[in-house]
């Protein structure tokens, strides 16, 4: 028999249901996952809602969203390695037959090929769903491994969650603590252990790394202006329009500009391990909760209220 679940679906820009779709049949290598909760990203998944996410391979409509899902294995394929009954961090899932999954995470099951998988404690309860926002973090400042040096953060822009997590990981690396600007008088509460800022409020020029999480394209200048000699501006937000910047001032500073790159396994890794010592923090994030049942309007709240962090769906009531 086919397995079904109850899914989000994003059938075009701003018009979203939950449908109840077949799931894909399971592989050897697979398992099978009931969600428990599942996060909802105000950056790429705002994209994808408003209709301003850049075209790339397999982008399109219908769409299951969320690649921040935390749930229980069901069922385990010969080869998965994993058992029924183990906790599990899950980064999306594409097991919806012609229904696309980008992320394909927002769903009360799913099947997913068990390398894909994240085992976690089960006591992280609903706070898993923070582990790619932790993990993206963690790899634009760690660079995926790929850096000589590594500069952390002297001025992070943006208290969001991300801005709230990579201020996290400096201070708990021992490392100075950043300067966080924003706007928002709403997010200006929440440090732990770094000062925050108006950017107005804010004199020094003279920033070694910028990392940027604001999304915003028309910001480079204005970093430009607050970079020391050699400095390095981190785009470690997602943008939907083209950037651009004054040559000028970047030539006489002889700036850097570099862009992270969405997160890989070895940073979810580390994370975890992370949280499993009891390093890193996940508390105070998760701002907001709804029945999954009631997802239209708890996307709209999470892209249209300030206030909201980070939203949450609990899938456990949905059969």
């Known amino acids: 028999m086919t397995m079904k679940t109850l899914a989000v679906v994003l059938e075009q820009p701003e018009h979203l249901v939950l449908s109840r779709l077949d799931l894909a049949p399971a592989s050897e290598d697979d398992v099978v996952v009931d969600i428990e909760y599942s996060g909802i990203s105000t950056g790429t998944e705002k994209l994808l809602w408003t209709g301003r996410m850049p075209q790339f391979p397999g982008m399109g409509y219908p769409l299951v969203p969320g690649y921040e ?92 969650v991300l801005g709230r997590l990579l201020a996290r990981l400096t201070v708990i690396a021992g490392m100075a603590p950043p300067t966080v600007w924003e706007r928002n008088a709403q997010r200006c509460s929440g440090a732990e252990g770094y000062p925050v800022l108006h950017p107005d409020a804010d004199p020094r020029r003279d920033y070694k790394a910028i990392y940027d999480v604001s999304g915003d394209a028309a910001i480079l200048d204005t970093l430009m202006q607050r970079l020391a000699p050699g400095g390095e501006i981190v785009l470690a937000g997602f943008y939907s329009e083209p950037l651009s910047f004054a040559f000028a001032p970047a030539f006489m500073r002889e700036a850097q500009i570099r862009a992270a790159a969405e997160w890989q396994r070895p940073d979810l890794l580390a994370v975890k391990e992370l949280l499993d010592t009891g390093r890193l923090s996940l508390d105070g994030l998760i701002t907001h909760h709804a029945g999954a049942e009631h997802a239209a309007d708890a996307y709209r709240t999470a892209f249209g209220d300030s206030q909201c962090l980070k939203m949450v769906l609990d899938w456990r009531g949905c059969a």
Do not use: M
Not at 105 to 114: E, K, L, P
Not at 144 to 149: A, F, L, P, S
């Open 69 to 160: 899902s935390v749930g229980t294995i069901r069922e385990g394929g010969s080869h998965a390695g994993l058992k029924p009954g183990q906790h599990v961090f899950v980064p999306g899932a594409r097991c919806y037959g012609e229904v696309r999954g980008l992320f394909g995470g927002a769903a009360s099951r799913v099947v997913v090929a068990a390398s894909r998988v994240i085992p976690i404690g089960e006591s992280l309860g609903e706070k898993g769903v923070l582990l790619a926002l932790a993990a993206t973090a963690y790899h634009a400042v760690a660079g995926g491994g790929k850096r000589d040096k590594i500069v952390p953060p002297d001025l992070i822009v943006g208290h969001g």
